[in-house]
């Protein structure tokens, strides 16, 4: 719920560095920058600041999923994504959900008066893809590993040394020895014991 709040000029830099940025900072973050204008500002007053920003609508926070809060000075209606990777988070405009709407669902039944909800969009961006690029280019495969990634691509589920020998005209001694060496370098997953899947790293080396 907004409420009204005086500006002291505490909150009106940690206000100003939080628009300076575009990375959606998290209090920590933000303290760093903070305390360059006020170093006698502690951590814990950045916190209660945003806090108070927060409760009178001024800023936003981000609580994603199992992630520590960010804050968003940005107050007009959008959309974020969180790279899975290196956790930045950026905006979407225009939204994409109709973000600012509250969706149209029948929530009546369970006896809830709805007041908001949330969309969270994650994938990997432009940096991170351009990094796990240049590793990829770095990965040098054997023609067996080749044969054994590209026949995991058309597998739908998970599967065993044998499946893929089956599948690859391989001995099964031969693929299991692959396996281990391509778990290492992050190309499969093992999912459950003796059974393995193609990891996005692996596809991508095969592509």
């Not at 920058?33 to 007053?45: C, D, E, N, Y």
């Not at 691509?153 to 044998?162: D, F, I, L, N, R």
Request: charged content about 25%.
């Amino acid at each position: 719920m907004k409420y009204p709040v005086r500006m002291t000029h505490q909150r009106e830099v940690i206000l100003d560095e939080l628009k300076r940025t575009r990375t959606h900072p998290t209090a920590d973050e933000l303290y760093t920058s903070v305390k360059k204008r006020l170093p006698r500002i502690s951590l814990a007053t950045v916190y209660r600041n945003l806090e108070t920003l927060s409760g009178a609508g001024l800023v936003s926070k981000l609580e994603i999923t199992g992630r520590q809060k960010r804050f968003d000075w940005n107050q007009e209606p959008h959309d974020h994504v969180t790279c899975t990777e290196c956790q930045r988070i950026d905006d979407i405009i225009p939204p994409l959900s109709g973000a600012g709407q509250l969706c149209d669902i029948p929530v009546e039944k369970h006896g809830y008066q709805l007041t908001g909800w949330r969309v969270e969009y994650y994938g990997i961006c432009p940096d991170c893809q351009q990094k796990r690029g240049a590793c990829m280019s770095q990965i040098k495969l054997s023609d067996t590993q080749q044969v054994i990634l590209q026949a995991m691509t058309g597998m739908e589920s998970a599967c065993g040394s044998k499946d893929i020998a089956q599948k690859t005209g391989l001995e099964a001694k031969q693929v299991s020895c692959q396996l281990t060496a391509l778990k290492k370098k992050g190309l499969i997953e093992s999912p459950a014991r003796c059974v393995y899947s193609i990891t996005t790293a692996g596809k991508d080396a095969v592509a």
